[in-house]
């Protein structure tokens, strides 16, 4: 499933590659005029991958939620202070003393947006929405918000946080839903 | 602290600038800086670079712009502040002169966006928030971010599509008078913009900033050497600096940007006038318009008018020249584009060279009364915010210009 978007992502550059060699080939350098057929350009022959790895120790028990079907963030135990996204220190109190707390999962929509033009690693979703919302607790969370239609989104609607599995890569994440439909 | 002043500025014609490499662009910037100021690389003590970068292939920027301008081997750094960068370089520059470290101290902004496919700019900007709550699991994108406030002023405020898009025309009207913006000779109409499509609903192509190259060059001086070189220095009289949380989720509320308020807040401070009413004590501003809702929001957090009042601005075209306030006379990001790392950079000539009334075509030259203006430069979506106010006083408070 994974596939579907490392085959559009390795077309992407295979064409280019493709088009350097052929340059490379007839030329005998890489060199080439650029988009607009303007100015001479050099395309580079040396290719730079860039996927990081980023830790999530000290945050494990919010992962290890989500795969019972619950959101988690931590408190404070010295001043009660909410964490969204969870942090393992409180810097106010300079102290590491958190408490995992299920998050009611109650919202109501503060603002949103439809990612029409999509970065190139989610060329492969339909335009989605992005949402910030005002949880019951106080602190906001921004996810997706799955709806059918987005017109009939508005500022202000009551929105439920739940977790799902995020297609075609299947893991585990959460998103917002209408509380009424 | 010592008095700093601005006494030479250049700036490279923006645009896509597949005809230079990073060298070569900074170059056209420093080169002219250097003779407006009449002076050499060798007085130079010190110089800062402000490249983003990340998508263009010079990994050591400052190294490879200094060698390449003649300026090794002086001193310097480079420095980041996301879309700010090019006033933390200003700033960084500035510090140098005002502490004693440097006499003589040059800001270099340059930035090439072109060095890589469109795609991998679009996803490097957009993970220029949280990258790992906010792009990795719901692939913001950065007009995404801005459109998020755009939504909330829109609903808040009854502001529409149409009103925003004035702020397009307005400062496309004055990129298409300035030789050095990208879109120089390109207007627009309110019909245009409202039609072109959206990229992150409600923003449309025409709300947002193209991706630029460009860059741009001051030098900065200290108060015994500044009238030495020039009749008209350029007093920079305050700069207030913050920022605002990375997560966006993390923030109270999405009409205004706090960091921008907050180094507004700390920069009329220092000069001594309330945080309110302020279009009253500057003859010109640029502001960071890498989106139409950004310039509004940034009329706001600046005091020209109260919250919620910005679109009045625009909708009352009080923000051209002989307006109010008049903003972005260069095009502003919008239209004389955002070369993420030489914007404030530019900011900083094109104050300069307001002040100095030295702008052509004289119809983007604002009227000076008070002798005063103000740059408003914000990096990522309120992640950073620098406010730089220059004078041509290098003492006092500015005083109110009539009211016409
Ligand atoms: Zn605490």
Redesign the pocket.
């Known amino acids: 499933m994974v596939m579907s978007l490392e085959a559009r992502y390795e077309e992407f550059w295979r064409q280019s590659i493709k088009q350097l060699n052929e340059v490379v080939k007839a030329t005998g350098l890489p060199i080439a005029p650029d988009e607009k057929g303007q100015y001479s350009l050099w395309y580079d022959v040396r290719e730079m991958r860039l996927r990081f790895s980023i830790s999530v120790e000290r945050i494990k028990r919010f992962f290890e939620g989500l795969r019972e079907g619950k959101v988690y963030t931590t408190r404070?135990?010295?001043?009660?202070?909410y964490y969204f996204p969870p942090q393992a220190d409180?810097?106010?109190?300079k102290?590491s003393d958190m408490d995992w707390v299920e998050v009611s999962g109650e919202g109501e929509l503060l603002t949103y947006t439809i990612i029409n033009t999509k970065p190139l690693t989610y060329s492969h979703y339909p335009d989605y929405v992005v949402a910030i919302a005002r949880m019951r607790e106080g602190f906001n969370v921004l996810a997706w918000l799955r709806v059918d239609d987005s017109r009939k989104v508005r500022v202000g609607m009551k929105v439920k946080l739940q977790v799902v599995k995020r297609e075609p890569e299947g893991y585990l994440t959460y998103e917002f839903i209408p509380a009424e439909q | 602290m010592r008095e700093v002043a601005v006494v030479g500025v250049g700036h490279a014609k923006f645009g896509r600038r597949t005809d230079t490499t990073l060298g070569e662009l900074a170059w056209e910037a420093v080169k002219e800086a250097l003779e407006d100021a009449r002076l050499d690389q060798r007085d130079i003590q010190y110089f800062v670079v402000g490249n983003a970068g990340g998508w263009s292939a010079e990994s050591l920027p400052a190294v490879v712009v200094g060698e390449y301008c003649g300026l090794s081997p002086k001193g310097t750094m480079r420095v980041e502040a996301a879309c700010a960068t090019g006033s933390a370089a200003l700033y960084n520059a500035y510090l140098a002169v005002a502490s004693g470290m440097a006499d003589i101290a040059m800001a270099i902004g340059v930035e090439k966006m072109y060095e890589s496919p469109t795609p991998t700019v679009v996803e490097f900007i957009g993970r220029a928030g949280n990258y790992f709550w906010e792009f990795e699991n719901f692939g913001l994108t950065f007009p995404g971010y801005y459109a998020l406030y755009m939504t909330a002023y829109m609903n808040r405020f009854g502001a529409t599509e149409e009103d925003f898009c004035k702020v397009a025309v307005k400062n496309h009207h004055y990129g298409s008078i300035n030789p050095k913006a990208q879109f120089y000779g390109t207007k627009i109409t309110i019909d245009q913009c409202l039609k072109s499509r959206y990229v992150a609903w409600p923003i449309k192509l025409y709300d947002a900033s193209p991706i630029t190259d460009g860059a741009a060059a001051a030098i900065l001086v200290s108060e015994d050497l500044a009238r030495k070189i020039t009749d008209t220095p350029v007093w920079i009289r305050s700069v207030g600096v913050a920022t605002g949380t990375a997560n966006l989720s993390k923030r109270p509320d999405f009409i205004g940007l706090d960091a921008a308020y907050q180094a507004a807040e700390q920069a009329f401070k220092r000069i001594g006038i309330e945080h309110k009413d302020t279009w009253k004590y500057f003859d010109v501003a640029d502001v960071h318009d890498c989106f139409t809702i950004a310039e509004v929001m940034a009329y706001e957090d600046l005091g020209f008018v109260e919250r919620g009042m910005g679109i009045q601005l625009i909708r009352n075209g009080q923000t051209y020249k002989g307006g109010l306030i008049p903003v972005n006379l260069d095009g502003g990001l919008k239209a004389k584009g955002h070369p993420i790392g030489a914007t404030g950079t530019s900011m900083a000539v094109e104050m300069t060279k307001q002040l100095r009334q030295s702008v052509e075509p004289r119809d983007r030259q604002a009227d000076i009364y008070t002798g005063w203006a103000l740059s408003h430069n914000v990096g990522g979506t309120g992640h950073y915010a620098y406010i730089t106010i220059y004078s041509l006083d290098k003492d006092g408070s500015p005083k109110v210009k009539p009211r016409r």
């Not at chain 1, 404070?76 to 202070?81: E, F, I, T, V, Y």
């Open positions: 404070c135990k010295r001043c009660g202070r409180c810097p106010y109190c102290a």
